[in-house]
């Protein structure tokens, strides 16, 4: 099943919003590719709203002390406890793989943007 949650100019890169798809929240996320990905609204860990988390990026492998930024708006941090999710994969970004959170595959057909769940 699919079901139309917005028009594509509707997200510029790097914003995020909470759509409703039968019972379930949603969070969609449009990437600073302009590609668009969703997740299950809700924290595996104490079920906290993702959508009001901070979208952001995270320290990528480096040189010791160095440090260096990447993945800018690929990383959805959880508002209450700071978990954080690969908004491409719904992993965590910790080494534990029961933390999760559902990913839905997410399309553009005519303008509009398309959750299939």
């Not at 028009?7 to 409703?20: C, F, I, M, T």
Request: charged share 25%; net charge negative; with cysteine.
């Amino acid at each position: 099943m699919k079901q139309v949650v917005c028009s594509s100019d509707d997200l510029v890169p790097g914003q995020k919003r909470a759509v409703q798809i039968g019972l379930r929240s949603v969070v969609l996320v449009r990437m600073n590719s302009g590609e668009y990905c969703a997740l299950l609204n809700v924290c595996p860990h104490q079920g906290a709203r993702l959508s009001d988390g901070e979208l952001t990026g995270t320290t990528l492998p480096a040189d010791v002390g160095e440090y260096v930024f990447g993945r800018e708006n690929e990383v959805l941090r959880c508002p209450w406890h700071r978990w954080e999710f690969d908004v491409t994969s719904g992993n965590a970004l910790f080494n534990d793989r029961r933390a999760c959170v559902k990913r839905y595959e997410v399309t553009v057909e005519e303008g509009n943007v398309v959750i299939h769940y």
